[in-house]
């Protein structure tokens, strides 16, 4: 007979759930953590003693107002009162990848209702002030600082990115292979199985250039790769001098672009969606997709159009995918659509062989004039900025030149590398002279060399790669870094005089971005963050500096390199959040010694100290 469970039952019962309590209680202060606690997470510095540098915090619980109020602080008075954190918390070793403007996550959080087919749930969606993370970004277990260029280009440490998965599913295409300790790329892509280098010199072959070298005597320097992969195309241009913009989104392959970056190859998280490209109009010269999935049909080709707002007068696109050589029925009709739409476009073939076809655009306008009315796709309305970027939705027509470049009939731009130092021809456009773009240069040519005076005892030939100019002007940041082994993501405020045109045009490439906004990139992927009056700028937007000491953080490699120039006040409150921040100021000028500051600016170089969660260190053993 079944009866009432009698009291040893009960005794049994009880013993049980304070021993799972008791359990669980060592786990949540062992791993304390990973279950989000606020009891501290550790970090270890190498070299160094462990060291406790604050606790975690994931964001978006029920204090996240009065944490970001608290954190927003960031004025004058509080240096008066000596009010500054001595610490910050710590991410979760989960959200060592983070990148808050393009989480998933928090998509599914904020219940986003986004167009799947348009690819819209790749594009930036920005955590509101109250669901930012207030905390540094942890590395990954075991953790090393990265391999040197140019032996970087052909491996990387798999502890830096612990993603083997491309490794498995591109097996046969020679994107990457796992050895040991160690990633390593052969060359190869989806398209190009035998190296991107003999692929490159076989395009360059078709399109009967001198030498089979795709630079066509410096005439051909910047190029946009879509759906680049692990971006070995962009990797074995770079000898050829020709610059690349490898383009991919957060997708399924999601650590491509990490990969790229980890490799010191330029590159840029962002998708073909719904949003214009952040680039200008006529920003590069040559673009390329190598069975990049895109289906250049969908919305009236609205895609194609878009590259082809970005392409130079005479640019190429050139295309490999199945469609070009048309194996089945499905292929045919694809192919049959795709050229007869390019042809409205007036774009013609310049060479087509085997899986590749390569198209270039027209030099001037004519084309456009001759089509018969009504002709789809239309051209643009004459009210239409064609270098308005930030947030500006693509539309399904075709950008004609301006009178000017009607009647010069192409860019009218130097070869490199004397581009670079040539006064870009859209000087015009912001009644800019010559003198000024000249006086700019050598401006910043002194003050470069100023910096790496500054930085001498820290750094090596070969200890920085990847460059970013927080806000780069007309790119002469850059252009003074020419004959150095790297590379400069330019930067340009995404509300002040769009110049990222002239970078381009001289032979350089960058992005538009709001500082108050995290950037599209991967935790650790640049060796030297320069920031001239950046601090300034968020601050008088009323956005708060706090959140971009965390940005930098977040995006700059541990051992990298900060340079601040701002006013003295600016710098002196950055200053005091570097402990908590764990950078080590190691040099600083100002008026007194270095005729190149004004009066009142200081120039700070910091660096950022290598460290690891307790828990990632425990990982390692």
């Not at 462990?50 to 944490?67: E, F, M, N, P, V």
Request: glycine content about 6%; hydrophobic content about 35%.
């Amino acid at each position: 007979m079944k009866g009432r469970p009698d009291g040893g039952q009960k005794k049994r019962l009880i013993t049980s759930v304070c021993v799972v309590a008791i359990f669980l209680g060592f786990l949540y202060v062992y791993y304390g953590s990973i279950f989000g606690s606020n009891n501290g997470t550790s970090a270890l510095e190498y070299g160094s003693r462990l060291r406790k540098i604050g606790s975690s915090y994931l964001g978006g619980d029920d204090d996240a107002d009065a944490k970001q109020e608290d954190s927003s602080k960031f004025r004058q008075e509080d240096v008066e009162d000596g009010i500054f954190p001595k610490s910050f918390p710590v991410c979760d070793d989960r959200h060592s990848e983070l990148i808050p403007c393009l989480d998933r996550h928090l998509i599914y959080q904020l219940r986003l209702k986004l167009d799947l087919s348009l690819m819209e749930h790749y594009e930036r969606h920005c955590p509101p002030p109250e669901r930012r993370y207030n905390c540094l970004i942890p590395p990954p277990p075991g953790y090393k600082v990265p391999v040197k260029w140019p032996k970087s280009r052909d491996e990387v440490w798999k502890a830096n990115i612990p993603h083997t998965h491309l490794a498995h599913e591109k097996s046969d295409q020679n994107w990457m292979v796992v050895k040991g300790e160690k990633i390593v790329f052969p060359g190869g892509g989806t398209h190009f199985h035998y190296g991107a280098d003999k692929y490159i010199a076989s395009i360059a072959n078709m399109l009967n250039f001198p030498n089979d070298n795709l630079n066509n005597e410096g005439r051909l320097r910047t190029v946009l790769d879509v759906g680049c992969g692990v971006a070995s195309f962009g990797a074995y241009l770079l000898s050829s001098d020709i610059i690349a913009m490898s383009l991919a989104p957060n997708d399924v392959h999601q650590n491509q672009i990490q990969f790229a970056l980890e490799r010191g190859i330029p590159a840029y998280l962002g998708v073909l969606g719904t949003k214009r490209l952040p680039y200008p109009s006529r920003s590069f010269e040559f673009s390329h997709c190598s069975r990049c999935r895109i289906d250049w049909l969908q919305r009236d080709g609205i895609l194609l159009l878009e590259l082809d707002r970005v392409l130079r007068p005479g640019g190429y696109f050139a295309y490999s995918s199945p469609e070009a050589y048309a194996q089945d029925e499905e292929d045919l009709r694809i192919w049959r659509e795709m050229s007869a739409l390019v042809e409205r476009m007036c774009w013609r073939i310049a060479a087509k062989r085997n899986q590749t076809v390569v198209w270039q655009k027209p030099m001037n306008n004519d084309c456009y004039m001759q089509r018969e009315p009504g002709t789809q796709p239309p051209l643009c309305r004459s009210d239409d900025d064609p270098d308005a970027v930030w947030g500006v939705n693509m539309e399904a027509c075709i950008t004609p030149y301006s009178e000017h470049d009607h009647r010069v009939q192409g860019s009218a731009l130097a070869p490199w590398p004397a581009r670079l130092t040539s006064p870009p021809p859209r000087l015009a456009d912001f009644g800019y002279s010559s003198d000024m773009f000249e006086k700019d240069t050598e401006t910043w040519r002194r003050r470069v060399e100023s910096y790496w005076n500054l930085l001498s005892t820290k750094i090596q030939s070969d200890t920085l790669r990847n460059i970013m100019d927080m806000k780069a002007n007309f790119g002469s940041f850059a252009s003074a870094l020419y004959g150095k082994d790297v590379w400069v993501m330019n930067v340009v405020p995404h509300d002040g005089p769009n110049t990222l045109k002239l970078i381009y045009d001289r032979g350089l490439i960058g992005t538009t971005h709001n500082w108050c906004e995290a950037f599209s990139t991967y935790p650790r992927t640049y060796d030297l963050l320069h920031a001239w009056t950046v601090f300034s700028d968020v601050v008088n937007k009323g956005c708060s500096p706090e959140d971009l000491l965390l940005e930098m953080d977040r995006i700059l490699r541990p051992s990298g390199f900060i340079i601040i120039r701002d006013k003295q006040g600016v710098v002196a409150l950055v200053n005091k959040y570097s402990s908590a921040m764990h950078w080590e100021t190691v040099a600083t000028a100002d008026s007194s010694s270095d005729s190149e500051i004004d009066a009142d600016e200081v120039v700070v170089v910091i660096q950022k100290k290598l460290w690891l969660t307790s828990e990632s260190f425990r990982n390692t053993e």
